[in-house]
T-cell receptor, first 115, second 112 residues
Framework: EPEVTQTPSHQVTQMGQEVILRCVPISNHLYFYWYRQILGQKVEFLVSFYNNEISEKSEIFDDQFSVERPDGSNFTLKIRSTKLEDSAMYFC?????????????FGPGTRLTVL | ELKVEQNPLFLSMQEGKNYTIYCNYSTTSDRLYWYRQDPGKSLESLFVLLSNGAVKQEGRLMASLDTKARLSTLHITAAVHDLSATYFC????????????FGTGTRLQVTL
């Protein structure tokens, strides 16, 4: 069964360093998303991406964040200068369509720890 | 701003009992999803509810949606230990590409 994959599963970095989180969405999906979940809290939307551009982003997704689809399969989230409060689980999701039956399928997550 | 609230936040129940988790949301939407999350794991899709009055059942779980009341329920029948997890509802707001606004989560603990 097709699934969303993410690498790495755990990333430890020093404050101020750049990190890139990688995702491979389900192959025929067109819509891509990043969410994050701070430990013990709810899941928060970061950004949605369609047709090689950002569709929508939240207030959390400031200038330190960027997303890219560098090739036909990968979808990346870059944090330019990490802060302590960026420590969280980051989930990638993809869907075949938007809204309606556009069920989002989530990857296993990358746990980011900023020291 | 869309707000999605769940209650209870924590539920401890004995095996064999029934209970309902409630999900209220603040803005009109007719698309609601339920997810299950085990500790340290990802989100597993349970139900997709796409219209007013939608009811879906899978095993001991049944979800319903009342868009007029802006309320969804997740009913657990005869709980078993394997259902212990955190359950999130998520509301889908219409847009170019849907974003999900998640509820606060309900941590369910089923005791023997």
């Amino acid at each position: 069964e097709p699934e969303v994959t993410q690498t790495p599963s755990h990333q430890v970095t020093q404050m101020g360093q750049e990190v890139i989180l990688r995702c491979v969405p389900i192959s025929n999906h067109l819509y891509f998303y990043w969410y994050r979940q701070i430990l013990g809290q709810k899941v928060e939307f970061l950004v949605s991406f369609y047709n090689n551009e950002i569709s929508e982003k939240s207030e959390i997704f400031d200038d330190q964040f960027s997303v890219e689809r560098p090739d036909g399969s990968n979808f990346t989230l870059k944090i330019r200068s990490t802060k302590l409060e960026d420590s969280a689980m980051y989930f990638c999701a993809s869907s075949a369509t938007s809204g309606g039956a556009g069920e989002q399928f989530f990857g296993p997550g990358t746990r980011l720890t900023v020291l | 701003e869309l707000k999605v609230e769940q209650n209870p936040l924590f539920l401890s129940m004995q095996e064999g009992k029934n209970y309902t988790i409630y999900c209220n949301y603040s803005t009109t939407s007719d698309r609601l999803y339920w997810y299950r999350q085990d500790p340290g794991k990802s989100l597993e899709s349970l139900f997709v509810l796409l219209s007013n009055g939608a009811v879906k059942q899978e095993g001991r779980l049944m979800a319903s949606l009342d868009t007029k009341a802006r309320l969804s329920t997740l009913h657990i029948t005869a709980a078993v230990h394997d259902l212990s997890a955190t359950y999130f509802c998520a509301v889908d707001m219409a847009g170019t590409a849907s974003k999900l606004t998640f509820g606060t989560g309900t941590r369910l603990q089923v005791t023997l």
